[in-house]
């Protein structure tokens, strides 16, 4: 495993999760020579440009402070096929991204700030909640640009949860894609990063095992497909079964 991966590992199994941090290591994945300490910095910029802003009590003006000092920050549709938009160092640059890159950054700076924010999952859209959510708080939607949103009853998302989305996110967008190598190599990096977070699908393995098969690694691809089928055999034998062809399947190809 790459130094960079063994960092992410590290990363999101430490206590708090530093969740910007994360993001830029997800993105390292795409560019190699991504300078994650820059990036950082640009969050660093971004809370002192914000700090005059915002004041230290007041969830609504807190909400409204972040506003104006990130409201270069919003997305478009066509962002979701756009893979820079689930890339933290990218949606930096050009100040767009998916709901859930955008929220980021807003967690980010607020993290900086101390102001008291965190992710809420609503369908199919990740906005930020500033203040205490069992009292008084108010909803944000970055991808609008900071708009403020109704009250509502949804879920938080703890790291963990963000970094499964947004690592699902991508492979999403393979899907959309026209199948090549490349495409599948995005694919199996997503996956395999999935694969260190401390609560994953157990699905992925056989994903990551379909993969490698496809991109040639044969007997790894064998290997991870036998992996999953051992551990899905106590609960379904048909799925478990059905892994064990594929990876004879695999093996037959190195004949």
């Given at each position: 495993?790459?130094?960079?991966?063994?960092?992410?590992?590290?990363?999101v199994?430490?206590?708090?999760?530093?969740?910007?941090?994360?993001?830029?290591?997800?993105?390292?994945?795409?560019?190699?020579?991504?300078?994650?300490?820059?990036?950082?910095?640009?969050?660093?910029?971004?809370?002192?440009?914000?700090?005059?802003?915002v004041?230290?009590?007041?969830?609504?003006?807190?909400?409204?402070?972040?506003?104006?000092?990130?409201?270069?920050?919003?997305?478009?549709?066509?962002?979701?096929?756009d893979?820079?938009?689930?890339?933290?160092?990218?949606?930096?640059?050009?100040r767009?991204?998916?709901?859930?890159?955008?929220?980021?950054?807003?967690?980010?700076?607020?993290?900086?700030?101390?102001?008291?924010?965190?992710?809420?999952?609503?369908?199919g859209?990740?906005?930020?909640?500033?203040?205490?959510?069992?009292?008084?708080?108010?909803?944000?939607d970055?991808?609008?640009?900071?708009?403020?949103l109704?009250?509502?009853?949804?879920?938080?998302?703890?790291?963990?949860?963000?970094?499964?989305?947004?690592?699902?996110?991508?492979?999403?967008?393979?899907?959309?894609?026209?199948?090549?190598?490349?495409?599948?190599?995005?694919?199996?990096?997503?996956?395999?990063?999935?694969?260190?977070?401390?609560?994953?699908?157990?699905e992925?393995?056989?994903?990551?095992?379909?993969?490698?098969?496809?991109?040639?690694?044969?007997?790894?691809?064998a290997?991870?497909?036998?992996?999953?089928?051992?551990?899905?055999?106590?609960?379904?034998?048909?799925?478990?079964?059905?892994?064990?062809?594929?990876?004879?399947?695999?093996?037959?190809?190195?004949?």
């Amino acid at each position: 495993m790459s130094q960079q991966r063994v960092r992410f590992a590290e990363v999101v199994r430490s206590e708090p999760v530093d969740l910007g941090l994360a993001c830029l290591l997800i993105g390292g994945e795409v560019d190699r020579s991504l300078d994650v300490d820059a990036s950082l910095a640009a969050l660093d910029a971004l809370a002192a440009t914000a700090r005059p802003l915002v004041p230290r009590v007041g969830v609504s003006a807190m909400a409204e402070g972040l506003r104006l000092a990130l409201q270069d920050f919003s997305g478009v549709a066509e962002d979701y096929d756009d893979l820079r938009s689930s890339l933290l160092h990218s949606v930096l640059q050009r100040r767009r991204g998916l709901p859930l890159l955008l929220s980021v950054v807003w967690l980010e700076v607020a993290a900086r700030l101390s102001v008291p924010a965190y992710a809420v999952a609503l369908p199919g859209h990740v906005v930020v909640g500033i203040g205490d959510p069992e009292d008084e708080h108010v909803l944000v939607d970055p991808f609008a640009g900071g708009r403020l949103l109704d009250p509502v009853d949804a879920p938080l998302l703890s790291p963990n949860d963000l970094l499964l989305r947004l690592l699902t996110n991508v492979r999403a967008l393979t899907t959309r894609q026209p199948p090549s190598l490349d495409v599948a190599r995005t694919r199996l990096w997503a996956v395999e990063l999935s694969l260190l977070l401390p609560r994953h699908p157990l699905e992925l393995r056989r994903e990551r095992g379909e993969l490698l098969v496809r991109l040639g690694a044969h007997l790894d691809g064998a290997e991870e497909l036998e992996t999953f089928a051992l551990a899905v055999s106590d609960v379904d034998e048909q799925v478990s079964a059905a892994a064990r062809r594929e990876a004879r399947m695999a093996r037959a190809q190195l004949n």
